[in-house]
């Protein structure tokens, strides 16, 4: 795509101040009519050094309102950052819907600058180009607008640039030891881009290879370019919405009627997701009170000093939980968490989404929550919902929570690949168990306030949770995150096979790294 480029593109000052007023009249009001329509808008700015990035969007940000947007300037990871896989500290910055985001640098300074500084090597760069492609489909899906803009220069303008900036004390800051390297091996830092150009170009977050030689030149196409997607957009969702009325009006014309056709034999696939997973759970399952008593006191010293282990050799830990309301998440996390050193773990209880919450990604409030290598993050209830509660209750298309199995996949790849343990448990209790504990809940002035009417409304969709429950574990049950199924209805059981669980996941953990070393 590069050797392409034509950099002779040229545009005279009379032209430039003849197109410029009308652009940015425009963009201020494709900006106005993004936020009236509550469309997220990433602008991401790469390229070669001193090809102009920190120029080109001081000339866009002129057109917008300034409450309207946040710029981040990408440079190397804090320590921090360092601690959190590679994608945290960009999902924290997605915007909200209706706001835009523009970003100096990006998630490609993991394919570009650190592999040319070899920071990252042959399997980062994998992992990476894998992470950025779900990381860009999640957003776009979710209606977010992606536009990359890579300014191209070519090396000898480089240089004159590069040597310019070093010239003046007020300039000279912004050129490193690293600038200059990439200059001098132009070659092979254009090859890492082309590469990052074909593996990335998307249909759905596409590349604009920017002529950055002249600089009127490349700020009037990309003005055109952002223009020209944010149109796009919003000519899309006007199509969009034009189809759902239509839909409306035909499903209410034809309501009641519905066409005879010839079932569809189920695949494989769906044969698998008839045998209930659920059904096959042992729920007779029990452990008498000493026996759980000792068993319990050995586990948690022994968590206590894995705890210990994994902070020293920085190991992220993140145990999900999820089951039936009075399924016994919360006293099972209690016995777990009761030696550990509370500086090392957060619980994070999930409840509906909140409106900043809901303005952004679904994902965006769990990226958020996740632990820095050393410490544990316990989530009662989770991402999980997506395909549970906001399945069946309405909360969210057919469409999004089918497409959510991969994302969350995709998301609990990248925290393994972080080298993240990573461990999801169902809470099974069967429905006779569930209204005895409800019946307790309600009968205890202790409990009641743990029991409420839409526990009670929820039982009536039993069987469309255990349908949803059932598919869920056997779409994102993988190697790096599996599911265990605990059979709950003995509380004393199913505390300890949690923390054997946990014991067991950690201690492979340590041998396997241990045998890297």
């Known amino acids: 795509m590069l050797e392409k480029v034509n950099l002779t593109k040229k545009m ?102 650190e592999r040319f500084d070899k920071k990252a090597g042959k399997k980062e760069v994998t992992n990476a180009y894998q992470s950025i492609c779900s990381f860009e489909k999640q957003l776009t899906d979710d209606g977010c607008v992606i536009i990359k803009l890579l300014l191209d220069i070519d090396q000898k303008e480089q240089k004159k640039r590069f040597e310019k900036l070093k010239k003046s004390k007020e300039t000279a800051w912004r050129v490193s030891k690293g600038d200059f390297e990439r200059n001098e091996k132009y070659g092979e830092y254009a090859r890492m881009m082309e590469e990052m150009l074909q593996i990335t170009d998307t249909e759905y977050a596409p590349w604009t290879i920017i002529e950055a030689m002249d600089r009127r030149f490349a700020t009037i196409k990309i003005y055109a370019v952002i223009i020209n997607a944010l149109e796009e957009r919003l000519e899309q969702l006007q199509k969009e919405k034009a189809k759902e009325k239509a839909a409306e009006a035909i499903a209410e014309i034809s309501s009641g009627e519905a066409s005879p056709r010839e079932p569809n034999k189920p695949g494989t696939r769906e044969k698998e997701l008839q045998e209930s997973v659920l059904a096959k759970t042992d729920l007779s399952l029990r452990l008498e009170k000493k026996q759980y008593e000792e068993e319990l006191k050995k586990l948690q010293k022994r968590i206590k000093m894995l705890h210990g282990d994994i902070y020293r050799k920085r190991i ?43 303005a952004h990604h679904y994902l965006w409030r769990f ?90 409304r929820n039982r009536e969709k039993w069987d469309q949770y255990e349908e949803a429950v059932n598919e869920m574990l056997i779409r994102t049950s993988t190697e790096y995150a599996p599911w265990i199924v605990v059979e709950g209805n003995d509380k004393y059981y199913a505390r300890i096979k949690i923390l054997k669980s946990v014991v067991q996941a950690i201690e492979k953990h340590m041998k396997t790294e241990n045998l890297k070393i």
């Open 316 to 358: 992220p830990v993140v145990l999900c939980f999820e089951g039936w309301d009075a399924g016994g998440k919360g006293g099972a996390i209690k016995r777990l968490t009761k030696k550990m050193d509370p500086r090392g773990f957060v619980v994070n209880p999930t409840a509906s989404p909140n409106d900043i919450e809901k």
């Open 367 to 456: 990226w958020r929550a996740m632990p820095k290598d050393g410490h544990i993050a316990i989530f009662d209830r989770t991402w999980y919902g997506r395909v549970m509660v906001e399945r069946i209750e309405g909360f969210c298309t057919k469409q999004e929570w089918q497409r959510a199995y991969k994302e969350i996949n995709d998301m609990e790849k990248d925290l393994s690949d972080k080298g993240a343990i990573v461990l999801k448990f169902w809470m099974q209790i069967d429905k006779e168990e569930q209204e005895r504990r409800f019946t307790a809940r309600q009968e205890d002035p202790k409990k009641q306030w743990k029991i409420t009417e839409e526990d009670w």
């Open 12 to 113: 005279d000052k009379a032209e430039y101040k003849a197109k410029m007023p009308m652009l940015k009249v425009r963009l201020g009001e494709l900006q106005r009519l993004c936020r009236v329509q509550n469309i997220p808008v990433i602008i991401v700015f790469e390229g070669f050094g001193a090809s102009g990035k920190g120029l080109q969007i001081g000339k866009v940000i002129q057109s917008l309102d300034p409450r309207g947007f946040q710029v981040h300037a990408i440079k190397g990871e804090t320590k921090e950052e360092e601690m959190h896989p590679f994608l945290w500290r960009f999902w924290t910055k997605t915007p909200e819907r209706g706001r835009i985001a523009i970003f100096d640098g990006s998630w490609y300074r993991r394919v570009l600058i």
